[in-house]
């Protein structure tokens, strides 16, 4: 594992990946690198697979169980987003975006939502710090104009529950 950036809070790694004649295995996660990193220990894993131009997030969960997410891409590559919605923060409402390849990882903080499109088919790997509590769960339109995000694939496939996400200004902020 080798760190590729740091962008505010948020880390990006390269996982060690490693091919042969038989496929591929990928080192996901390591309680000592992930100490190093200042990661936290994770009490939930979650696993998406999403096609080629689905769009999933941009997610989050309100306290009491707010949740860091370090995100595995496992196979495949994603347009990664994440916004800063921490009200007190010098970069409330900032977009940051990356593109991520089979072998990288990427920690959101918590204070940050967080969504992907499939740039080609994509599994992923989420080890969050936090249980998922469908009642804290919140998510912000991921076609919000005042974010201007700017998805690379125009042809996007998105859940009814993405599709029906409040604004950034009308979205609960932590």
């Given at each position: 594992?080798?760190v ?5 809070d948020?880390v ?7 091919h042969d004649a038989r496929?591929?295995?990928?080192d996901a ?7 190093g ?7 939930h894993?979650?696993?998406s ?6 769009v999933r997030?941009l ?6 169980n707010?949740?860091?997410?370090f995100?595995?891409v496992?196979?495949?590559?994603i ?5 800063d919605i921490?009200?007190s ?9 990356f593109?991520?390849g089979s072998?990288?990882?990427i ?5 940050y939502?967080h969504?992907?499109?499939a740039?080609?088919d ?5 080890l ?9 769960y919140r998510?912000i339109?991921w076609?919000?104009?005042?974010l201007?995000?700017m998805?690379p ?9 993405d599709a029906?996400?409040p604004?950034f ?6």
């Amino acid at each position: 594992m080798r760190v590729v950036e740091r962008v505010s809070d948020i880390v990006i790694v390269h996982l060690d990946l490693v091919h042969d004649a038989r496929g591929f295995s990928l080192d996901a996660y390591s309680v000592s690198w992930a100490s190093g990193l200042g990661l936290p220990p994770f009490k939930h894993v979650y696993v998406s697979y999403s096609r080629r131009g689905v769009v999933r997030g941009l997610h989050y969960q309100l306290p009491p169980n707010v949740q860091g997410k370090f995100v595995v891409v496992v196979q495949g590559r994603i347009f990664d987003v994440v916004v800063d919605i921490r009200r007190s923060s010098p970069s409330f409402g900032k977009v940051y975006t990356f593109e991520l390849g089979s072998g990288h990882g990427i920690w959101v903080p918590v204070g940050y939502a967080h969504g992907f499109q499939a740039l080609e088919d994509a599994l992923l790997i989420y080890l969050m710090s936090d249980e998922f509590v469908p009642g804290l769960y919140r998510c912000i339109r991921w076609d919000d104009p005042d974010l201007a995000v700017m998805w690379p694939i125009s042809e996007v496939v998105v859940s009814e529950r993405d599709a029906g996400c409040p604004r950034f200004r009308d979205a609960e902020h932590l």
